[in-house]
């Protein structure tokens, strides 16, 4: 019984300990004029836009990106060093999963769609008439190849 009681207090110490180092963190609450973009890395074709909304892609830790495509890019098929969640924000897209266009699997996605992707999947994005914003979640660091 001693042994139930103690494991017990040590949970209870343990959850209480995760959540008052959660609650140390502040709380990010952004509108849209407050997300600021920015020209993205070099590793991004010419006129792609980023902006990041949460944490650093580049260190350990969760992060939160939007990549803004205009219309008539391509993000051409690369990997990336960990799993990635892309959600479409706005706009429309064809995402391709392979490594080229000509042998991917492909979705048209449009506001709301979502995309999960394993470490070293190969993928692509290509925009058409339309420009398109998509949110990327993961957790760094962040490596595309």
Not at 112 to 139: C, M, Q, S, W, Y
Request: charged fraction near 15%; glycine fraction near 8%; aromatic fraction near 10%.
């Amino acid at each position: 019984m001693k042994l139930v009681k103690t494991t017990l207090a040590i949970g209870v110490l343990t959850f209480y300990g995760c959540l008052s180092s959660y609650a140390a963190e502040p709380a990010i609450v952004l509108d849209t004029a407050q997300i600021p973009w920015q020209p993205a890395p070099a590793d991004f074709p010419s006129g792609i836009k980023i902006s990041y909304v949460y944490g650093n892609p580049a260190h350990k830790g969760p992060f939160v990106i939007r990549v803004w495509m205009p219309p008539h890019s391509a993000i051409a098929p690369h990997t990336h060093s960990m799993d990635e969640t892309l959600t479409v924000v706005s706009g429309q897209f064809t995402h391709y999963v392979g490594k080229t266009y000509d042998t991917s699997e492909t979705k048209e996605l449009t506001a709301g769609g979502f995309v999960h992707l394993p470490k070293n999947i190969p993928h692509a994005l290509r925009t058409t008439d339309h420009e398109a914003i998509v949110e990327v979640v993961g957790v760094g660091p962040f490596g595309m190849t």
